[in-house]
């Protein structure tokens, strides 16, 4: 047993002996240039991108454009067919038609009511006279008070009469005016459904892709169409829920696209989308390039550091000298020490190094 322990001891100190010795295992720390970055992949597409949609579900009749067309805002992208709306929309006319007929044609129920009020106006005439004419024979005790009363009767009727007349006719005339309005309204209602079938650009830019062609069926959920600018493009990166707290908006972005080897792009955050996807853990950050390059396409793809900070004349060492994340190992001892600044490969020191300090690396 004594004899396995002095064995173990031995086999422990050459180890430590060539841990101390400054092989290539050790390292002082230096002063040097550190940056601080978030890595993620990147996507290239334009700005303005966006999903087509119809407003209304139907048959594509026609498609006015291609893939690769340049677009003005408000420009006919493609027309779409409902023959059930196609109906509604004669429906609503002929509903107009009618209303306007009964308002102001020639034999409306309107002109019906004037006529009979103007012959009832004349009966009252006629029956006013005859009362008045009756009342003055009476006053010269000439007929009977019958007859007086029977003349009162036939004028009081008269009048009452035309009064109706009036009445119904001011109420017919409101009832027609609000049936003509309420269909005019339904026959706007229906142009403007209609022109939902028409699909236009919101944009000015180019079609990127069709997803629908003639004949085919679409609904209000499917897209139909992607537009977006045609010279100005943005990056789209995802950026882990840890690190999306750093990340400002006007940080410089490091960009690598697959497209350009051995190219390094500048670009810079533009802006934060303050939603996390729940099944990916991440936001979507947007960036715009400082000098983009002379030609890109939708869904090119790289990758991107966004810059959290950067530090010249730092004291720093090799990130896999570093134990535990606050810990480095000497000659004769380990150390705790504070980090501030880390790269992809190096971490800077605030305390518990210098510069002449000899560390070694973690086995």
């Not at 087509?52 to 579900?57: F, G, I, L, M, S």
Request: with cysteine.
């Amino acid at each position: 047993m004594k004899t396995l322990f002095k064995t173990l001891i031995s086999a422990t100190s050459i180890i430590l002996l060539m841990a101390c010795n400054d092989g290539p295992n050790g390292v002082l720390p230096e002063k040097t240039t550190i940056t601080e970055s978030v890595y993620s992949s990147a996507i290239v597409e334009p700005d303005s991108f966006y999903k087509v949609y119809a407003a209304a579900r139907g048959i594509v009749e026609e498609v006015l454009v291609e893939e690769g067309d340049q677009v003005q805002k408000g420009d006919l992208l493609l027309r779409i067919i409902n023959d059930n709306s196609k109906i509604q929309s004669k429906n609503a006319q002929l509903d107009v038609d009618l209303a306007q007929l009964n308002y102001q044609g020639k034999s409306n129920l309107i002109q019906e009511l004037k006529n009979e009020l103007h012959l009832a106006t004349l009966s009252l005439k006629n029956d006013s006279i005859n009362f008045v004419r009756q009342q003055r024979l009476w006053q010269q005790e000439i007929g009977s008070q019958s007859d007086l009363e029977q003349r009162q009767l036939a004028f009081q009727a008269a009048q009452n009469k035309v009064n109706q007349l009036k009445t119904q006719l001011a109420r017919k005339e409101d009832e027609l005016k609000i049936a003509l309005q309420r269909s005019q309204n339904n026959h706007a209602n229906r142009i403007i459904l209609q022109a939902d079938f028409d699909v236009r650009s919101r944009i000015n830019g180019k079609v990127y892709e069709l997803l629908k062609e003639a004949g085919e069926s679409v609904s209000e959920q499917e897209p139909i169409a992607y537009l977006g600018s045609s010279n100005h493009f943005i990056l789209k990166m995802q950026v882990d829920e840890v690190d999306i707290v750093r990340v400002k908006t006007g940080q410089l972005i490091y960009l690598t696209l697959d497209a350009y080897a051995n190219q390094v792009f500048e670009a810079r955050v533009k802006q934060i989308i303050p939603k996390m996807n729940q099944e990916t853990q991440t936001f979507w950050v947007e960036g715009t390039f400082e000098n983009p390059p002379e030609v890109l396409y939708s869904g090119l793809r790289g990758e991107a550091n966004i810059v959290l900070a950067k530090k010249s004349e730092a004291l720093s060492i090799p990130l896999d000298y570093l134990l535990n994340g606050n810990q480095v190992i000497t000659e004769t001892e380990t150390l705790n020490v504070i980090v501030g600044l880390k790269s992809l490969e190096r971490a800077e020191i605030l305390e518990g190094l210098n510069s002449n300090t000899l560390i070694l690396k973690p086995e």
